[in-house]
């Protein structure tokens, strides 16, 4: 059985969101100087947790695909900034107490139950040191482009991305998508298709995929890290820190233990 991602084409293709390992660095530096780790959940192949390592900052790298933490070991090259450890996001157990938490490129979403969703953010909870912080993206959900794949686009099939270089056998890879959305659960579902093309245009394979992400809107965002012993401090559009507004394609949350 296929992995569900190749860690090299990953890295080739999963850029994240604009500006999201400037933010999360930024964040990791203030941990960093009231002299407190950082801990990525869903850490995947390093691509936010090794550049905050290279800037002499303590972080643990968290994921539960050994492939992806393989890769992501090998690319860190030894770096005594960063440990990587495999587990859930659900229920784990560090020796270390952190002053930030961070679940980036809308990994939380992954969780599609309130019960593992809550699970994690009190785990999160146990783990922060006194002044630590919670930070978290998701998507805003938009409900032009679900009523579009509800309708019109409903079935179809379209390009995910501009085509990318498979950087071990050097082919073009073609990746392609078709979605569907659940109101009833609140579930987006993506079946993904990645054909890796020879020199001569044939298909030399080809990969399918399947993605099941929960959407949550903003309120129940609120109201999932209030229940889970949590105050707001921020809520931005973007990771440029922009205000949220209706038309903002994120939601980045920032929260600490509340106080009692």
Known sequence: MARFYDPELYDASAQGIPGDVEFFLGLARQAHEAGLPVLELAAGTGRIAIPIAQAGISVVGFDQEPSMLAHA??????????????????????????????????????????????????????????????????????????????????????ARQDDVTHPASGRTVKAWETRSYHPATQEARSQFIDEEVADDGVVASKV????????????EMEHLLIRAGYEVEALYGDCHESPFEDTSPEMIWLARPAAG
């Open 73 to 158: 070991a090998k690319k860190s090259g030894g770096s005594k900034n960063v440990r990587w450890v495999e587990g859930d996001m659900r229920n784990f157990a560090l020796e270390e107490r952190f002053g930030l938490v961070f679940i980036a490129f809308r990994s939380f979403q992954h969780l599609l139950t309130i019960d593992d969703q809550l699970a994690c953010l009190r785990c999160v909870r146990d783990h922060l040191a006194p002044g630590g912080r919670l930070a978290i993206n998701i998507f805003n959900p938009d409900i032009a482009i679900m009523g579009q794949w509800l309708t019109t686009k409903r079935g179809s099939v379209r």
């Open 208 to 219: 399918y995929r399947g993605l099941r992400l929960r959407y949550i809107f903003r309120y």
